[in-house]
């Protein structure tokens, strides 16, 4: 018996773009249709799985290629992965592309100033070490989705959104980039 590979829901972007917030309510929504779904977060993972690691950069691309061999592992049994992570390499998310089957990309963009007034964790205001301020970025080339997040929307229109461009409401496959 052949189990139907999960699909990975892969929410990036910037320390404070709205990846977990986004992507938590689409995980929500997505496990109020379907039993196999999990949530991984970024900042969760890391004590699980990289406390034997630091932050250079081959220590980051280190973590974030073991969170993607995990949801890769997850959705190899029919589980449904919705992962909230910076995750800042190309490298990784070719991998993911080339790895994982069922695999969507959802680019969380903002700009630098609503990142700014957003700060929650402080880090655009004395924070070392921190992706897109001095650490380099590597904003994706090519994610099935891009959402600007300056508070155009709420998190729920932007989600209902994705739930339609993903097929989640009504059959259906998109190919291609789309912004939101």
Same mark, same amino acid.
């Given at each position: 018996?052949?189990? =139907? ?16 917030? %986004? ?6 929504? *997505?496990?109020? +249709?379907?039993? $196999?779904?999990?949530?991984?977060? /970024?900042?969760?993972? +890391? ?29 190899? =049994? ?7 992570? %910076? ?8 991998? $993911?592309?080339?790895?994982?089957? $069922? ?18 964790? /402080? *880090?655009?205001?004395?924070?070392? $070490? ?33 739930? =339609? ?14 912004? *939101?």
């Amino acid at each position: 018996m052949d189990i =139907q590979k999960g699909t990975v829901y892969f929410f990036t972007g910037l320390s404070g773009a709205g990846k977990t917030t %986004i992507g938590g309510l689409f995980h929500r929504r *997505l496990k109020a +249709r379907k039993q $196999n779904v999990i949530l991984l977060d /970024g900042d969760l993972i +890391r004590p699980v799985f990289c406390e034997d690691i630091g932050y250079t950069n081959e220590d980051r691309c280190r973590a974030a290629k073991r969170a993607f061999r995990l949801s890769k592992m997850l959705t190899d =049994q029919g589980i449904d992965v919705v992962i909230c992570s %910076i995750s800042m390499y190309a490298e990784v998310r070719e991998w $993911n592309r080339e790895q994982i089957e $069922n695999y969507r990309e959802i680019y969380i963009k903002v700009t630098k100033e609503t990142l700014r007034k957003r700060n929650q964790k /402080g *880090l655009y205001t004395g924070g070392v $070490n921190v992706v897109g301020v001095d650490l380099p970025f590597e904003e994706p080339q090519h994610p099935d989705v891009v959402v600007q997040n300056d508070g155009a929307e709420r998190p729920e229109e932007i989600v209902q959104r994705l739930e =339609q461009l993903f097929g989640l409401e009504s059959p259906g496959n998109q190919e291609g980039s789309v912004c *939101l």
